[in-house]
């Protein structure tokens, strides 16, 4: 099974701060990776699929890199509404695992 | 738009068994893989499964955490997976999910509200 470490598990920043959250594959997964945003009591988001990708209707602060082993998904400039938890998620092979979340906080 | 409807939740003991169903719309069911996802109070989320469509011989996939006590299948005509669980134990308390994977990157775009299955005795 493909392992996926989430870092960090959780963050403090400030309203307008740029935030990055990273997830490494224990093998190779090309492109094969996506985040979702989860707030209280709801269903996952999707925010960017493919790597890069940005799902419709998802503002343009989220960005997504990464190929292969190594991934970054960032927020260019924290808002209130951002406070959530974020998984990453490979989806090259069964079982589609997840990272363990990161929990942004306000400052 | 992609709808998913999760029922069948609710109180089982252990060693129980009980059936989720999920109603899709939206989108050609019979063309699409579906999959479930489970979700621990507090916890993340964890892959439970997954069938393909029939062109794929409706494939199924499991995580070795419910392999041998879980079965999805579909019935096409209905437009509805279904995750049969068996054996149930306290650990497989959680808020289950059905999804569905995108053709692209197997993504998931849609998400049910999901539904509650709670093992105790």
């Known amino acids: 099974d493909i392992q996926m470490t989430q870092s960090p598990s959780s963050l403090s920043a400030s309203v307008g701060d740029r935030v990055s959250i990273t997830c490494r594959a224990s093998q190779s997964i090309s492109s094969y990776l996506n985040w979702y945003q989860q707030k209280p009591g709801k269903a996952p988001k999707l925010l960017i699929y493919?790597?890069?990708s940005l799902q419709s209707g998802v503002p343009s602060r989220f960005s997504g890199s990464g190929f292969g082993t190594d991934f970054t998904l960032t927020i260019s400039s924290l808002e209130t509404e951002d406070l959530a938890t974020y998984y990453c998620?490979?989806?090259?092979?069964?079982?589609?695992?997840f990272g363990q979340g990161t929990k942004p906080e306000i400052k | 738009e992609v709808q998913l409807v999760e029922s069948g939740g609710g109180l089982v003991q252990p060693g129980g068994s009980l059936k989720l169903s999920c109603a899709a719309s939206?989108?050609?069911?019979?063309?699409?893989?579906m999959h479930w996802v489970r979700q621990a109070s507090g916890k993340g989320l964890e892959w439970v499964g997954r069938i393909r469509s029939k062109a794929y011989s409706y494939a199924t996939a499991y995580a070795a955490s419910v392999k041998g006590r879980f079965t999805i299948s579909r019935d096409d005509s209905k437009n509805t997976a279904y995750l049969q669980m068996n054996s149930l134990k306290t650990e497989d308390t959680a808020v289950y999910y059905c999804?569905?994977?995108?053709?692209?990157?197997?993504?998931?775009?849609?998400w049910g509200q999901g539904t509650l299955v709670t093992v105790s005795s």
């Open positions: 939206g989108f050609t069911f019979t063309d699409s893989a």
């Open positions: 999804t569905r994977p995108s053709n692209t990157y197997g993504d998931y775009v849609g």
């Open positions: 998620q490979q989806s090259y092979s069964t079982p589609y695992t």
């Open positions: 493919g790597a890069s």
